[in-house]
C-alpha cells in the first residue's frame, strides 16, 4: 500500500528557516517524481515544486515565485523527501502536503507567525 | 503559467441528480487535466485521469470529457457521500497549476 507520511511543520517566527520531511512506503522513493504542494486556510492549492525520479536525473523544479527559498531534496536510503524553507513569511502558513501522482499525504501545518 | 478556472464555486443538487464541473484552461494542457475530490480532514482522492481516464476503483458515474482548453467532470445518480469539493490539475506545463475548486453540496 503507497503511503506518504508529511512531518515537521510547527510554528515558527517570521524570517526563521524549518524542514519538512515526507516519508513514504509501499513504493521505491527514487523511481518516480514527487512534488510537494501546499494550501494556505481558506485558500486554493498552489504547487510548491518537485524533484524527478532517478532516471531523470533527480532534478528540482520550483514555482518562480518560491524558487531560492524553498528547496526539494531527497534521501533514497531512508525514502524520504524534504522541503527545506527559509525565510518563512506570515504567508507561507499553509498545510503542507507531499504527492506522488495520484497519491497525496495528510499534509503537515506550518505556522509562520511573531 | 496556466491558470484553471472552474465552476461553478458552488452548487447544491439533490441525491440521484446530476452535475456537471467545468475547468477552463488559459492555455492548452492537451488532455493532461486531472479531477480530485476532497473531503474536509482528508487528501485528496483521483477520479478521473488524463482528462478522460477513469482511475482504478472510482464509482462509474464519475466521468470526465474535454481536451486543449476545456474540461467537464459529470457526476452522475449523485450519492450523499459525493458531497466535497472537487478541483481540476494539469501536468501539461510547469509550473503545475490547480483549479480553484467547485465545492458540492447534497441536499
Known amino acids: 500500500e503507497v503511503q506518504l507520511v508529511e512531518s515537521g511543520g510547527n510554528l515558527v517566527e517570521p524570517g526563521r528557516s524549518l524542514r519538512l520531511s515526507c516519508t513514504v512506503s509501499?513504493?521505491?522513493?527514487?523511481?518516480?517524481?514527487l512534488s510537494w504542494v501546499r494550501q494556505a486556510p481558506g485558500k486554493g492549492l498552489e504547487w510548491i515544486g518537485f524533484?524527478?525520479?532517478?532516471?531523470?536525473?533527480?532534478?528540482?523544479e520550483y514555482a518562480a515565485s518560491l524558487k531560492g527559498r524553498f528547496v526539494i531534496s531527497r534521501d533514497d536510503s531512508k525514502n524520504i523527501a524534504y522541503l527545506q524553507m527559509k525565510s518563512l513569511k506570515i504567508e507561507d502558513t499553509a498545510l503542507y502536503s507531499c504527492?506522488?501522482?495520484?497519491?497525496w499525504g495528510q499534509g503537515t501545518l506550518v505556522t509562520v507567525s511573531s | 503559467e496556466i491558470v484553471l478556472t472552474q465552476s461553478p464555486d458552488f452548487q447544491s443538487v439533490t441525491p440521484k441528480g446530476k452535475v456537471t464541473i467545468t475547468c477552463r484552461a488559459s492555455?492548452?494542457?492537451?488532455?493532461?487535466l486531472h479531477w480530485f475530490q476532497q473531503k474536509p480532514d482528508r487528501s485528496p482522492k483521483l477520479l478521473v485521469k488524463?482528462?478522460?481516464q477513469s482511475f482504478s476503483g472510482v464509482p462509474s458515474r464519475f466521468s470526465g470529457s474535454g481536451s486543449e482548453t476545456d474540461f467537464t467532470l459529470t457526476i452522475d445518480s449523485l450519492e450523499a457521500e459525493d458531497a466535497a469539493t472537487y478541483f481540476c490539475?494539469?501536468?501539461?506545463?510547469?509550473?503545475?497549476?490547480f483549479g480553484q475548486g467547485t465545492k458540492l453540496e447534497i441536499k
Open positions: 488524463y482528462a478522460s
Open positions: 524533484i524527478r525520479n532517478r532516471a531523470f536525473g533527480g532534478t528540482t
Open positions: 492555455q492548452t494542457v492537451g488532455t493532461s
Open positions: 490539475h494539469q501536468t501539461s506545463s510547469l509550473p503545475y497549476t
Open positions: 509501499g513504493f521505491t522513493l527514487s523511481d518516480y517524481t
Open positions: 504527492t506522488r501522482f495520484p497519491d
